[in-house]
């Protein structure tokens, strides 16, 4: 068997797929460094350029079996190359899609939490591992249209606060507004002077997609978006934190065994509480995010507001900007303090529970952050 019969051997096994989908995502996971980074943004915006031309593409000359040599013969090089290279539009397209739901699920993940701002987080998971399976329906304009809103609509959300250096509700706007521009200037690519397509299509695969962008819009509103390009990367409660030079030390209990121990998870009441955070921002962002604390006297009770302190933070530093609050007799119960930004959205969660009573004869560590 030559070499070239063994690779195609091995590319046709079941499995491969299932391979190349994890190499992928793997490698995504540890290349894709920061979110402000120009070389992966860059990239990011050619895939999507790359994209939308294929949607186009895709559009006005389907996906048929490439014409007979004769047929060929009578058409310009470019456009009997593109003739042969249109049954394997669909495959492009699935690469491109995978490169783009891959990138944005790692960068989401930094942002999203167990709370209501991992809606989209998960909605961008399951586009990504559905991706795997759409290779046969991805000449379905519908379908391309679709996801290439939600594609451009992920890409605007945190590319535009990190370009701007502004991160608020008129420039998430803005980008919903660029996503619906993008998207139509596609649509009218694809039926503009095409006889073979009729106005009513245009409509029918037009509203699904604007649809999409208005229901992810809600979503912001209800607080379901990850706060890109914002990102906790570091936060616990303490029992001192003082500044060592440019950098914080961290005073926190643990017993022999709490080997992986690096903050404090339950607290006296009669002692003084910190609550140390560090909040990555991209290099141009200022912003003010707002650490919130809340309080119940037990499980079977609501968590009730109990401070929110507002603090402004710079972005470029790779390891987050650091901060801390402090308070003092607080009452038994369950505390936790969100991190919040301007327009509520939880960057973060750092929980702990008061408890009256003695010392639980833990030693006292500490180390620098």
Same mark, same amino acid.
């Given at each position: 068997? =030559? ?14 797929? &299932? ?60 456009? /009997? ?27 989401? =993940? ?9 809606? !989209? ?24 249209? =679709?996801?290439?809103?939600?594609? @451009? ?48 299509? &245009? ?5 699904? &997609? ?8 809600? !979503? ?54 910190? @609550?140390?955070?560090? %909040? ?18 037990? =499980? /079977? ?37 969100? %991190? ?30």
């Amino acid at each position: 068997m =030559s070499p070239l019969a063994k690779v195609q051997s091995i590319l046709s096994k079941p499995y491969m797929p &299932a391979v190349f989908f994890l190499s992928g995502v793997t490698y995504d996971t540890l290349t894709l460094t920061r979110i402000d980074r120009l070389q992966d943004n860059l990239l990011l915006l050619i895939y999507l350029l790359l994209l939308g031309v294929l949607i186009v593409l895709t559009g006005r000359l389907g996906i048929q079996p490439s014409p007979d040599r004769e047929q060929l013969t009578s058409l310009s090089p470019f456009t /009997s190359w593109m003739l042969r290279m249109r049954p394997y539009f669909p495959m492009a397209v699935q690469f491109l899609l995978g490169g783009l739901f891959s990138a944005y699920a790692v960068f989401y =993940s930094r942002s999203a939490t167990l709370t209501s701002t991992g809606i !989209f987080f998960a909605l961008l998971v399951v586009l990504l591992v559905g991706n795997e399976f759409l290779r046969d329906r991805l000449s379905n304009l519908r379908l391309l249209v =679709s996801l290439y809103a939600v594609v @451009c609509f992920a890409f605007f959300t945190f590319f535009l606060p990190v370009m701007t250096g502004f991160m608020n509700t008129a420039i998430f706007l803005v980008g919903a507004g660029l996503s619906v521009a993008v998207t139509l200037r596609v649509v009218q690519l694809i039926y503009r002077n095409n006889p073979d397509r009729s106005k009513r299509e &245009a409509i029918g695969v037009t509203v699904p &997609a604007f649809a999409l962008i208005g229901l992810l819009v809600g !979503f912001y509103f209800l607080n379901w978006i990850p706060p890109v390009p914002l990102a906790l990367k570091f936060g616990g409660i303490y029992h001192e934190v003082k500044k060592a030079g440019d950098q914080f030390e961290l005073t926190f209990e643990k017993k022999w065994y709490q080997v992986w121990k690096r903050s404090d998870d339950t607290f006296l009441a009669n002692e003084p509480i910190y @609550c140390f955070t560090a %909040v990555f921002a991209p290099v141009a962002l200022n912003t003010t995010v707002y650490p919130h604390w809340y309080f119940r006297p037990n =499980s /079977s009770k609501p968590f009730t507001h109990a401070d929110k302190i507002p603090i402004k933070i710079s972005g470029g530093r790779e390891g987050g900007y650091r901060t801390y609050t402090f308070k003092q007799r607080l009452d038994p119960g369950e505390w936790r303090v969100d %991190v919040e930004t301007e327009d509520g959205r939880i960057i973060g969660r750092v929980s702990v529970v008061v408890a009256e009573g003695e010392g639980t004869g833990a030693t006292s560590r500490s180390f620098l952050y």
